[in-house]
């Protein structure tokens, strides 16, 4: 068998598991992450979780094909129910490629199959702020970030790990996120210099409408404030 290149969104996905983990990866999409990490010996054991018959036995065949039945265990089932946290003793949950408002309901219907020490490595496709929310309602701090333009798109992989005590995040937090507006890297810049400016474009075309869109203005108008006051690059 060659070696699995990982893209570059999940190469970013990949370096926020910890060494000697044991990962559960749902939706895992032929486990070629998983397969990756265990091939670079970063592991110590793997489960692939899908929730769809075909791509479950296509995970299955990829899995035997590199002759790693013994370290990654490949389930059927409805997202991170397919855990026990007692037996598995899983260390890091991998949710990868979804929409954030997806990745929050695998993870709120899940609630019972956490053991409530996992690393969670979320990259959303889209909707970063819910995921952001939903960890910070959930005792998740923030840790990581990384974001990554590949083929067009522009991804972000936030990593939460659980506190005791209550977690603080502002909006620009929850827009921007906590370690990426700190550290700006040149794909942030680029996908928020690209969205401002849109969103100035669009309020000019709001406010030549025949008909004010009063409150269309007033968010548009918010948006930008916040990613002007968040940018520290020249535009």
Request: include cysteine.
């Amino acid at each position: 068998m060659s070696p699995i290149n990982l893209s570059k969104r999940l190469a970013a996905v990949a370096q926020f598991v910890p060494q000697d983990s044991i990962v559960a990866d749902i939706g895992s999409d032929h486990a070629y992450l998983p397969i990756w990490l265990t091939e670079q010996k970063r592991l110590k054991g793997a489960i692939a979780g899908e929730v769809v018959a075909g791509p479950f036995e296509s995970t299955q065949t990829h899995v035997i094909q590199w002759h790693l039945e013994d370290q990654i265990q490949v389930r059927l089932g409805d997202g991170v129910e397919v855990l026990n946290p007692e037996e598995d003793q899983v260390t890091c949950i991998v949710i990868a490629g979804m929409g954030g408002l997806l990745i929050t309901e695998i993870l709120e219907r899940g609630l019972a199959h956490l053991n409530g020490h996992e690393r969670l490595v979320l990259q959303p496709n889209i909707m970063e702020p819910t995921v952001r929310e939903w960890l910070m309602k959930h005792h998740y701090a923030i840790v990581e970030e990384a974001i990554v333009a590949e083929d067009g798109h522009i991804y972000e992989v936030i990593v939460g790990e659980p506190r005791t005590e209550a977690v603080e995040l502002d909006e620009a937090d929850l827009v921007f996120g906590p370690v990426l507006r700190r550290c700006q890297p040149a794909d942030f810049q680029l996908k928020w210099s690209t969205l401002l400016n849109k969103k100035r474009h669009l309020l000019v075309q709001l406010q030549g409408a025949q008909v004010t869109p009063t409150e269309k203005i007033a968010t548009v108008q918010h948006e930008i404030q916040l990613i002007e006051e968040v940018q520290t690059w020249d535009n």
